[in-house]
């Protein structure tokens, strides 16, 4: 389950920090990755915090996954 912003919601009102929990298995990303590039283009947003509790899952998503929250952290500090 993830708890932060829903992809719909409009710009956030004041500074924040991004909350996104990925719990289980990593079979899909989609919805991780649609967050996090939709928010950390906000200029609202200070700071992403993402909680990984997962045993592991499908290279694919697992490396894209990475590759995001890696660019992420590079073009946004």
Known sequence: AMMGFEPGEARVPKSSVLALDLDGVI?????VLEL?????????????????????????????????IKRTREEYK
């Open 36 to 68: 996090l590039r939709k928010y950390r283009k906000d200029d609202h947003i200070k700071g992403v915090l993402i909680r990984i509790s997962s045993p592991g899952g499908v290279v694919g998503p697992s490396q894209e996954l990475f590759d995001e």
């Open 27 to 31: 079979i899909d990303a989609k919805d």
